[in-house]
Nanobody
Framework: QVQLVESGGGLVQAGGSLRLSCAAS????????MGWFRQAPGKEREFVAH???????YYSDSVKGRFTISRDNAKNTVYLQMNSLKPEDTAVYTC???????????????????WGQGTQVTVSS
């Protein structure tokens, strides 16, 4: 099992950038696919980005071209670089991990079996 702790959230003006980090502990980190989700107040949690253990990446249409997910297995850390931020990006961002071999697609919450506590991102206009 992987334990996840997010950091790097904060308040930023529209058009600005933030870099989120997800520090992982556990002996199977490099074997896990990783994802970022977000949840705004009163909304359902939605998919943001995904990276496989081999480094293949996938994004939701709403963040494609603005956000970049990456991982550094030597540091047991996954990142989400967020550029050109918009007020509608305001949400709690949560890191998630899922073992290989799942039948769920990368954008489904069921793909992941371990979740962090989240970090708040607020974008002002």
């Amino acid at each position: 099992q992987v334990q996840l702790v997010e950091s790097g959230g904060g308040l930023v003006q529209a058009g600005g950038s933030l870099r989120l980090s997800c520090a992982a502990s556990g002996r199977t980190f490099s074997s896990n696919a990783m994802g970022w989700f977000r949840q705004a107040p009163g909304k359902e949690r939605e998919f943001v980005a995904h990276i496989t253990w081999r480094g293949n990446t996938y994004y939701s249409d709403s963040v494609k071209g603005r956000f970049t997910i990456s991982r550094d297995n030597a540091k047991n850390t996954v990142y989400l670089q967020m550029n050109s931020l918009k007020p509608e990006d305001t949400a709690v961002y949560t890191c998630a991990a899922g073992a290989s071999g799942s039948s769920y697609p990368y954008f489904a919450k069921g793909r992941y079996d371990n979740w962090g506590q989240g970090t708040q991102v607020t974008v002002s206009s």
